[in-house]
């Protein structure tokens, strides 16, 4: 069965960095598009990056220039470099496959 697993959020003060990671299985990784979501309280889920299994990358315009997303077929993960963050950042992030199956998310929280 599916499974997307993501890692690396935590709490860092304004300007910090975050490596997020998602970790998946289930499926053929490497033929799959990857997005990162994030929802903060109140709002809506953003999509915040892709990246297709060809190689073209999305990022929303509020996080151009400081996220950068990546991955790792080998491994089967999926990446997001956070930096520069603003507190705006602060959100609960997700990758999602099949645009149905979602992880658990991990908590950033900019300070």
């Known amino acids: 069965h599916v499974q997307l697993v993501e890692s690396g959020g935590g709490s860092v003060q304004a300007g910090g960095s975050l490596r997020l990671a998602c970790t998946a299985s289930?499926?053929?990784?490497?033929?799959?598009?990857m997005p990162w979501y994030r929802q903060a309280p109140g709002n809506e889920c953003e999509l915040v990056s892709s990246l297709s299994n060809g190689g073209v990358i999305y990022y929303a315009d509020s996080v151009k220039g400081r996220f950068t997303i990546s991955r790792d077929n080998a491994k089967n993960t999926l990446y997001l470099q956070l930096n520069s963050l603003k507190t705006e950042d602060t959100a609960m992030y997700y990758c999602?496959?099949?645009?149905?199956?979602w992880g658990q998310g991990t908590q950033v929280t900019v300070s």
């Open positions: 999602a496959a099949f645009n149905y199956y």
């Open positions: 289930g499926f053929t990784f490497d033929e799959r598009d």
